[in-house]
């Protein structure tokens, strides 16, 4: 949260004892002024406007490009989301791009806007605007593959809701050529 903030350092052994000092265990560094976020409540453009509910958030819109591609090129994938009640836990965000038999064949997974935007920040009516980049494996195989994209705890493996099941399937084809 915004506010002031004392900044301190110490150093623990591989015992995890703290080192004591003439003064201590630590040393102050003094202050830090940590400022408020800014929230975007205007709806950005977005070339794919959608509607997946997240409960605490909707994914609105993507835009993805390029579409058509050779292994080892990279997919730029951003994704507009759109805050409503709010989570209680950090969520992370996934992407995969997954062939006709189910398979991942490539992903990024990631906390929102690299890890900047917090899903436990996001607040009533702001837009978070959440950029990944999926790199094509060399060993792709060319083909047509789907994107999906959800929400999840990446210490229990725990996925949010969404549709009915645990993902979204974005509502386009990514073709992969020789």
């Keep these: 949260p915004p506010g002031e903030y004392r900044l301190a350092a110490g150093v623990l052994t591989a015992d995890k004892i703290r080192l004591k000092t003439g003064r201590g265990d630590q040393v102050d560094l003094g202050t830090v002024q940590v400022l408020p976020r800014e929230h975007n409540f205007s709806p950005p ?9 997240f409960g605490g958030a909707a994914l609105v ?12 090129d990279a997919l730029d994938l951003t994704l507009f989301w759109w805050g409503a009640n709010g989570f209680s836990r950090e ?5 995969h791009l997954i062939d006709a038999a189910g398979n991942i064949r490539a992903q990024t997974d990631s906390f929102p806007v690299e890890g900047t935007f917090p899903t436990t920040a996001w607040v009533n009516g702001e837009f978070i605007t959440d950029r990944h980049a999926i790199v094509l494996p060399a060993d792709v195989p ?13 210490r229990t493996f725990e996925r949010v809701p969404v549709g009915g099941g645990d993902a979204v399937a974005l509502p386009v ?6």
């Design 142 to 154: 060319p083909g047509e593959y789907r994107l999906e994209v959800g929400l999840y705890d990446p």
């Design 45 to 53: 453009e977005m070339a794919n406007p959608m509607q997946a509910d």
């Design 173 to 178: 084809v990514v073709r992969v050529d020789n």
């Design 91 to 95: 969520w992370a965000i996934f992407a």
């Design 61 to 72: 819109g993507f835009n993805l490009n390029p579409t058509e591609l050779h292994a080892g």
